[in-house]
Nanobody
């Protein structure tokens, strides 16, 4: 079971990025995927989650209306479209999968983690 996050980079405030999370070794048809981020000196926090069953989505208040999570099961990939980026969005972003979706935005509820991808929002 592996998750590979990519798509990070340097972007100016107000800009956009799309992160991708590709799964290998298992099918995303049966797993929810969450996005988390960790800024320097801060705890890891939940950003967004999409369920496997009905495609329900969950967002942290800080990103509602700016970020959109989606999935393409044919490509075994989940995306996080990030618009109107702010300097406070700067962090390493991780994707993760839980064995059972209990707490969509709680890092401790997830079992499989990918490596992070760095997002830097700066002018």
């Amino acid at each position: 079971v592996q998750l590979q996050a990519s798509g990070g980079g340097l972007v100016q405030p107000g800009g956009s990025l799309r992160l991708s999370c590709v799964a290998s070794g298992f099918s995303l048809d049966y797993y929810a995927i969450g996005w988390f981020r960790q800024a320097p000196g801060k705890e890891r926090e939940g950003v967004s989650c999409i369920s496997s069953s009905d495609g329900s989505t969950y967002y942290a208040d800080s990103v509602k209306g700016r970020f959109t999570i989606s999935r393409d099961n044919a490509k075994n990939t989940v995306y996080l479209q990030m618009n109107s980026l702010k300097p406070e969005d700067t962090a390493v972003y991780y994707c993760a999968a839980p064995l059972d979706l209990v707490d969509p935005l709680v890092p401790g509820a997830y079992d499989y983690w990918g490596q992070g991808t760095l997002v830097t929002v700066s002018s």
